[in-house]
C-alpha cells in the first residue's frame, strides 16, 4: 500500500521552489535581527520577469501574512479576481514600518502614514513601469509623497525557472490566458469596479508590446517602443482614482 503524501509534496516542482524561495525570503534579517516580513504594518510590491512593477499593495496585519495570502492562497480579490498571476511575480519588495508596530489597527493617524508609504511606493512603480501604469485594481488613496524607509528586494525565482517560465512564447502564452480568465470574470459579475476594467486594458497593453518585441526578436530588429502605446489617452490618469477626481474638483 502506497503512503499517502504530504499536501506539500503534490505541488509541481516549480510551485514547490517557488514557494520555498518565499518561505526562505519571508525569514531574511535585516541588519537588526529583524524579520523583514515580520513588521505588522508595510508596504510591498511584485515585480514580473523583466524587473517591471506590476503591484503594490499595503497591510497592517503583518507583512509576511498579507504577501503569503498572495502568493500562496490565492485569497486575495487580486488573484481570484485574475487580476495578479503569480506566475509573473519573480521578485517583491518590503517596506518594513517598524515605527508603526505597536499601533493598533484602528489608529487613523497610523493608517495615513500606512497610505503615504503605499501611494509613495504606487508612484515610484508607476515612474519606473515602461507603461506608467500597474496592474492595481483600486488606485491608493492620494497622499503626499514621504521618504519610505529601507527596504528589501527578493529574489522568488531560480535560474532554471526564469529559463524556462520566462522563456517570451510562454510568457505570451500564460498572458493571453491570465487576460481571458480577466475578461471571464468581468463578463461573468457584469458589475465590476472601472479599476477591473482599467486593469483589463493594462494587460492588454503588456501582452501586445511582449508579442510586439518577440516580433522583433524573431525579425532580428531594433526592440519596440513602449511609448508606441501610450496607456493614459487609453485609460486616463492612473495617479488617483476618477471618483476622486471629480470629488477634488467639486471641491475646487
Given amino acids: 500500500m502506497s503512503k499517502k503524501p504530504r499536501k506539500s509534496e503534490l505541488p509541481t516542482n516549480q510551485v514547490q521552489e517557488f514557494r520555498n524561495l518565499l518561505a526562505a525570503a519571508l525569514e531574511k534579517e ?14 510591498y510590491a511584485f515585480f514580473d520577469y523583466d524587473g517591471e512593477p506590476i503591484y503594490v499593495g499595503q497591510t497592517n496585519e503583518q507583512l509576511r501574512t498579507r504577501v503569503r495570502r498572495h502568493l500562496t ?21 518590503l517596506w518594513p514600518l517598524w515605527e508603526l508596530e505597536s499601533r493598533n489597527a484602528s489608529d487613523e493617524g497610523a493608517k ?37 524607509p529601507p527596504s528589501e528586494k527578493f529574489t522568488l525565482i531560480s535560474a532554471e525557472t526564469r529559463k524556462n517560465l520566462g522563456h517570451p512564447d510562454t510568457r505570451i502564452a500564460r498572458r493571453s490566458d491570465t487576460i481571458a480568465r480577466l475578461a471571464a470574470v468581468v463578463h461573468e459579475r457584469g458589475e465590476v469596479s472601472d479599476g ?23 525579425e532580428g530588429k531594433p526592440e519596440p517602443d513602449p511609448t508606441a502605446i501610450n496607456v493614459e489617452q487609453l485609460i486616463g490618469s492612473v495617479l488617483t482614482e476618477y471618483d476622486d477626481q471629480d470629488k477634488t474638483d467639486a471641491e475646487d
Fill in 30 to 43: 535585516d541588519g537588526q535581527g529583524r524579520k523583514w516580513a515580520n513588521a505588522k504594518w508595510g508596504v
Fill in 73 to 93: 492562497n490565492q485569497r486575495t480579490d487580486a488573484v481570484a479576481m485574475r487580476v495578479l498571476d503569480i506566475f509573473e511575480v519573480a521578485e517583491m519588495q
Fill in 112 to 148: 495615513a502614514i500606512l497610505d503615504a508609504a503605499e501611494y509613495t511606493a504606487y508612484l515610484e512603480a508607476i515612474m519606473a513601469s515602461r507603461f506608467k501604469a500597474i496592474l492595481n485594481e483600486k488606485i491608493p488613496p492620494r497622499s503626499k509623497s514621504v521618504a519610505l
Fill in 196 to 218: 477591473l476594467r482599467r486593469v483589463l486594458v493594462i494587460q492588454a497593453v503588456r501582452l501586445a508590446y511582449l508579442t510586439a518585441l518577440r516580433l522583433a526578436q524573431a
